[in-house]
């Protein structure tokens, strides 16, 4: 790497805000640093020149049949249209440029992935056009909570995927930035709703715990596979992580992989102002659900 590139990378996962002192959800510091995170972290890498490393046959095989891609491409797409969507109804010029800059993002991982399905000859659908929504800031929470789940469990099996050498190294190497990229998006997220909720007037906030509550139902059912075409956009936010799962299923055990999600997610997030909340819904529910599953018995 060079010294250019190691820069940014440092950059994109260390910050802190200037100024010093507690901070309280909603306040006006909580503020800049809601909106300050994505533009100062951001790391200027252009998809066009990313490295694309010749693969051996079977790595390309282990690759290309990954049946992640068109639903990654897509999953991009419609966050880059569903961020911007609710982007317009903010009328504070800030934020506005928060979620633009997050939306350009979402787009540029769309980027880079369309390059990696050009690059190995994968084969995919042709991009879709999906319909505004008719609620964009349900829409965004359901891409906000979305990527919750999502970057959760790709963080674990990204680092699986790199340990087993399934990744080769290279590879690895050149996504490693949009997994952060990922995680920096559930940080502004996470703070955002704690932003929004203090902000918001008294009378407001039990619709909003209701609406949340029916986000998540929304995303179970979605991932459950029985979620109609209830909030006039189509399906399939539930996607990479199941699809993935179930591609490295044989190669993993569920207790390691969820280990190995709780250590990425730390290690993921320690760089960053201690006083920004973090996302904490999927690090529970993963300590919950790991005191009942206990790693398979070694046989070697
Ligand atoms: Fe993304
Ligand atoms: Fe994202």
């Given at each position: 790497m060079d010294d250019a590139i190691a820069t940014a990378d440092f950059n994109a996962r260390h910050w802190n805000f200037p100024q010093t002192g507690n901070i309280q959800a909603g306040d006006a510091t909580h503020y800049g640093?809601?909106?300050?995170l994505l533009?100062?972290?951001?790391?200027p890498y252009k998809p066009a020149v990313l490295n694309w490393p010749k693969l051996e046959p079977d790595a390309l095989a282990r690759i290309t049949s990954l049946p992640i891609w068109d639903i990654a491409v897509q999953t991009e797409i419609k966050a880059s249209m569903r961020i911007e969507a609710f982007a317009a109804t903010i009328k504070d010029p800030d934020l506005k440029a928060a979620l633009l800059h997050m939306a350009r993002e979402e787009a540029r991982h769309k980027d880079v992935l369309s390059r990696l399905v050009a690059a190995y000859d994968i084969p995919l659908k042709p991009d879709e056009v999906y319909k505004q929504p008719r609620d964009p800031e349900w829409a965004?929470?359901?891409?906000?909570?979305?990527?919750?789940?999502?970057?959760?469990?790709?963080?674990?099996?990204f680092e699986m995927a790199?340990?087993?050498?399934?990744f080769p190294p290279e590879l690895v190497e050149t996504f490693e930035p949009v997994v952060q990229e990922e995680g920096r998006h559930i940080l502004f997220f996470t703070n955002w709703i704690a932003?929004?909720?203090?902000?918001?007037?008294?009378?407001?906030r039990p619709y909003f715990f209701c609406k949340i509550i029916a986000v998540w139902l929304f995303l179970i059912y979605e991932r459950i596979g029985i979620a109609k075409d209830v909030d006039g956009l189509e399906n399939g936010d539930a996607n990479f992580t199941?699809?993935?799962s179930k591609a490295l299923a044989d190669e993993m055990d569920p207790a390691t992989l969820i280990d190995i999600c709780l250590e990425e997610d730390k290690k993921r997030m320690s760089g960053y102002?201690?006083?920004?909340?973090?996302?904490?819904?999927?690090?529970k529910l993963a300590r919950f659900a790991r005191l009942f599953i206990r790693p398979k018995k070694r046989t070697v």
């Open positions: 640093m809601l909106t300050r533009i100062e972290t951001y790391n965004f929470m359901v891409t906000g909570y979305s990527e919750c789940v999502d970057s959760f469990f790709a963080y674990g099996l790199r340990r087993s050498g399934y932003w929004h909720k203090a902000t918001m007037p008294l009378w407001r199941v699809n993935g102002d201690p006083r920004l909340l973090r996302p904490t819904t999927m690090p």
